[in-house]
Each structure stands twice: as C-alpha cells, then as structure tokens.
C-alpha cells in the first residue's frame, strides 16, 4: 500500500521545530473547514440518563423500590362513642366537663353550660369567655347579655345560657370541628336542652346547625332535629354587640320582630 507522508512526517526528517509543524497542520485543516471531531456510530446526546438504551451485554437494572409512607390513623370522633353520650342534662354537665374527645385545646379551663332544661330560652354562644373560671358569661359580654334578658323580660332561671366548645378558643377551626362531630354534640346538646326558642349568638357556629355560610343568618327561623323543632334566631357574636352600638339597635328590632 502507498504510504502519504503528512507535512509532520516532512518536518520531522528536515529536523523543523515539530510544534511549529502541529500548531500549522491544525491551521490546514481549519482553513479546509474540518474544525470538528467525527464518530461513524452516532450518541443521543439529548436523552435522559434513565432513557438511554443499555448495553446488549449489561443486566437488567432491578426496579426502584419507592417506600409509601404509614398511613396516618383519622383522629377520634369528638364525643367518642355516641351510644355512651350523657342521656340527661345533668349528666351532659360532668360529660361536658371530662370526655377526654372534647379536650381539642384552646386557654382556660372548661366551663359547664349553666340552667335548666325546658328554659324560655336557651343561648348558644361559641365559647367561654376569656375571663371566665368556673360560671360561663362571667366577664363583660356576660354582664351584656344580663342586660339584654331583663331587657327581653327573661329572668335569670328562665334561661339556658350553653357554648359550642368547653373552653375559649380563639381562632378554632370550626369547618373541622363541625365534620368531627361537634354539630352532632351541638344537636345532642339542644335535644337534652329542650328549650322553648334558641338565641344563636356567633355566626361562626351556624354551620353546625346546619345554615349554609352563603345564608343571611335571619333565615335562620328554626332548628330541627329528630323529627323536631325549635324556633332559633341568629344573630351576630357578643363581643361585636359589645363593641357596636349600632348592631345593638338592629338585634333589638330584629328580636322584636321575633318575637312579637
């Protein structure tokens, strides 16, 4: 076969500098336009590592196994057994006070409801207040609502003053509570109640008594319950009517509304 001999081949036997010889090869070949490598087999240079395609001659690769974490066990349902709830209101008290489910956190100690069953008037508000102890309504929205029963002509005994949650809670999650079992509590509670009206004081606790969000609270006219029902108004919390003077002037035409 016929040997070419290169420029390099040229300038090593004239005894030229060889780099120089390099450096003016490469020059060549560019100025000829070859200024890159070529392979005959071609590579996917754009395919992912996991989507190349393995070797003939290499094992198969043993499928990633991937942990799938415990599954988290549901909460308890708030009241625990439903067939053991307090059958009495009197007994729905000392329940209220140490059924561990109820415990779902909150400030202060957990408060009783307080009054009789068969009350003119039963009033739910969503928790204690903050300064209450051991009486429920003990501090100022409490000294408010004395004012609006002898307004309304309702002595003490003749109402059943409740709460939605044993403790005072700010900032509860009542859409949660209520898929919990706090609506059933609620229900639970007013059946054993037996009230002749319900005054709902919090609009945040309707849900529980099965009113929409969307609703205005003033539709809210009664509560039914097990083939039952009670005639319930609803309006804003006390702590607003505290604040507001102006929402006093409304509730008041709107009880005498109701109540006319």
């Known amino acids: 076969m016929r040997q070419v001999k290169t420029a390099l081949d040229m300038g090593k036997a004239a005894g030229t500098d060889w780099k120089a010889d390099i450096a003016g090869a490469l020059d060549w070949w560019r100025e ?41 066990p549901p909460p308890p349902s ?38 009789k069953s068969g009350a003119r008037l039963m009033v739910l ?19 408010l ?51 002749q009206r319900i005054l709902v004081l919090g609009r945040n606790i309707l849900p529980l008594l099965g009113h929409e969000p969307a609703q205005d609270p003033a539709a809210l006219r009664e509560f039914n319950h097990e083939g039952g029902s009670v005639a319930m108004m609803a309006a804003g919390s006390l702590e607003n009517l505290l604040l507001q003077p102006g929402r006093r002037a409304i509730f008041w035409r709107r009880w005498l509304d109701w109540t006319g």
Request: hydrophobic share 45%; aromatic share 6%; glycine share 10%.
């Open 32 to 72: 000829a336009g070859v200024d890159h490598d070529f392979l005959d087999a071609g590579h996917g240079w754009l395919e992912e590592p996991e989507q190349a395609v393995a070797s003939p001659t290499s094992a198969p690769r043993a499928p990633v196994q991937v942990a799938t974490p415990p599954e988290t």
């Open 78 to 115: 708030l009241g625990g057994d439903r067939g053991a709830w307090p059958a009495t209101l009197e007994k729905f008290a000392a329940w209220w006070l140490e059924e561990p489910t109820l415990d779902t956190g909150g400030m202060g100690p957990r408060i009783p409801p307080r009054g």
């Open 125 to 143: 508000v969503p928790e204690p207040e903050a300064e209450d102890q051991d009486s429920l309504l003990s501090g100022p929205q409490g000294k």
């Open 145 to 195: 609502l004395d004012a609006m029963l002898a307004a309304m002509n309702i002595a003490a005994d003749d109402a059943y003053l409740a709460s939605a949650l044993p403790r005072h809670t700010p900032l509860a999650d009542w859409q949660a509570l209520g898929a919990a079992g706090l609506a059933e509590i609620t229900a639970h509670h007013i059946a054993l109640a037996a009230p």
